[in-house]
């Protein structure tokens, strides 16, 4: 099994809306990665996660809350977004690096997320 | 802070043609570099990942090849199809064990029938 799974697929919400997005993997990757990505730009890392601790937050703002409750799950909680925020967000997740590891990185299909 | 670069930013072929694609970055001091192919609205495939201490890895009609000391690395597909038309970034991942990964802005390949 070489899928990561992130639900939902697509996302409307309004300004003041409370939203999830869930990320899962089962390859027993102990690295997961968010990152958001504007139509005919490449991915911009937000957050890296490393055996369930937050290792980098690329200054992203409080209105993005990461979340990784165990090992195969990685949440990115949204609350009062902007239009601006409308992106794809794609999960990620890989072996750490270091010795043995490849560090290959596998993504998700994506949440499409539509602020209005 | 490592940059990441790819030539050309479009491409169209035809169909049959060999093509190579580019991808430049500034630090040697890289852990791996991996190619990506996503199409749109698509998430992210990996095709092929090579690690600092290798040179080179194919996959199928696919070969990656890796120069460090010189910051390149060419994704080459032999006898294009129009099914390869898709938009193809190559990631460079720095030395360090927190995983950072940089992307390049890609190249977007059109395959003519």
């Known amino acids: 099994d070489t899928e990561v799974t992130q639900t939902p697929k697509h996302l409307v919400m309004g300004m003041t809306n409370k939203k999830s997005l869930k990320c899962e993997q089962h390859m027993g990757h102990r690295a997961m990665y968010w990152y958001k990505q504007k139509a005919k730009k490449p991915p911009e890392l937000m957050f890296v996660y490393s055996y369930e601790k937050l290792s980098i937050n690329e200054s992203v703002p409080s209105r993005f809350s990461p979340e990784c409750p165990n090992s195969s799950l990685l949440n990115l909680h949204l609350h009062a977004l902007q239009p601006e925020d409308s992106a794809l967000y794609l999960c990620?997740?890989?072996?750490?690096?270091?010795?043995?590891?490849?560090?290959?990185?596998?993504f998700g299909e994506g949440s499409r997320l539509t602020v209005l | 802070k490592q940059e990441v670069t790819q030539i050309p930013a479009a491409l169209s072929v035809p169909e049959g043609e060999n093509l190579v694609l580019n991808c430049s970055f500034t630090?040697?001091?890289?852990?791996?570099l991996q190619w990506f192919r996503q199409d749109p609205g698509k998430g992210l495939t990996s095709l092929l990942l090579?690690?600092?201490?290798?040179r080179e890895q194919t996959s199928g009609r696919l070969n990656a090849s890796l120069d460090k000391s010189s910051g390149r690395s060419t994704l080459y597909i032999a006898a294009s199809q129009p099914g390869d038309s898709a938009t193809y970034l190559c990631?460079?991942?720095?030395?360090?064990?927190?995983?950072?990964?940089?992307f390049g802005d890609g190249t977007t390949l059109t395959v003519k029938p």
């Open positions: 990631a460079v991942r720095g030395n360090t064990n927190a995983g950072k990964s940089t």
């Open positions: 630090d040697s001091a890289i852990y791996n």
């Open positions: 990620a997740s890989s072996q750490r690096g270091g010795k043995g590891n490849t560090g290959e990185l596998f």
């Open positions: 090579i690690q600092s201490s290798q």
